[in-house]
């Protein structure tokens, strides 16, 4: 072979191995760019989960105190009873009368949270239905900052540790027709309960507030009736948040 044949078949293998080279690099730079892009796209997601739960765990502020005024108005001695609500709850109605107290607060999305009050002797038959019952499943879903005791000499701590319980309508019953409940998938509700009341309670009969009322030298309840549609997480949170503030004055 003669030297110029030779020249010419080294710089032909150099052109090669150059080009094998190139394509090498570009395959793996290709490579590397995916697995950056994947890294971002992980990251944003990871960091927009983390801003989704950041805002469900929001501290909700309750910075509205609402004291009762049954014993001012009749000027009796009987407990006020408080609870706290934030800036986009109003109070919608009150009355105070001989026997009753009767306070509700609401939002703008018709949620309504009820408090009241009946002054009527233990027993008392509310008067309710006997054409339908319903049955309700009570669960607890939050701790209650109420704490029973005295009421003019009457310890009523027998009544044990409260809770912010989730009423769920799982049946309906017609009694002139029907034998047994119907399973439904019904309404949730909400209230400030005795522990000792979960469970499941087939004979509902009337409204939950008076219904899910507990004996305290008079009937109390402090409940909760959701609005229809879907409620945010932030909006359940609120709700429950006010729940659990129903307390007894220190």
Request: glycine fraction near 6%; include cysteine; aromatic fraction near 12%.
């Amino acid at each position: 072979m003669g030297k110029y044949q030779k020249k010419n078949l080294l710089l032909f293998l150099l052109a090669g191995l150059l080009a094998v080279s190139c394509t090498a690099c570009g395959k793996e730079t290709k490579t590397e760019n995916s697995k950056a892009e994947i890294s971002v796209s992980e990251q944003s997601t990871a960091v927009s989960g983390a801003e989704e739960s950041m805002e469900e765990v929001q501290p909700v502020k309750l910075n509205h105190t609402y004291t009762t005024k049954f014993s001012d108005v009749n000027a009796v001695t009987y407990p006020h009873f408080l609870f706290d609500y934030s800036d986009n709850w109003t109070i919608s109605q009150e009355e105070v009368t001989t026997n009753t107290e009767s306070v509700t607060l609401a939002n703008d999305h018709g949620a309504e949270i009820k408090f009241r009050y009946f002054g009527y002797p233990k027993d008392f038959n509310f008067g309710t239905s006997n054409a339908t019952m319903t049955r309700v499943e009570v669960s607890k879903i939050g701790d209650s900052q109420f704490v029973p005791s005295y009421v003019q000499g009457t310890d009523h701590s027998d009544l044990g540790k409260f809770m912010v319980a989730q009423l769920k309508v799982t049946g309906e019953l017609d009694m002139q027709t029907d034998s047994d409940f119907s399973d439904i998938d019904g309404a949730v509700s909400y209230a400030v309960l005795p522990e000792s009341w979960t469970g499941t309670d087939d004979n509902v009969r009337g409204p939950f507030e008076g219904e899910f009322s507990f004996w305290y030298s008079g009937y109390l309840s402090f409940t909760c009736n959701m609005p229809e549609g879907e409620i945010s997480a932030s909006e359940k949170q609120e709700i429950l948040a006010i729940l659990s503030s129903f307390r007894n004055e220190s």
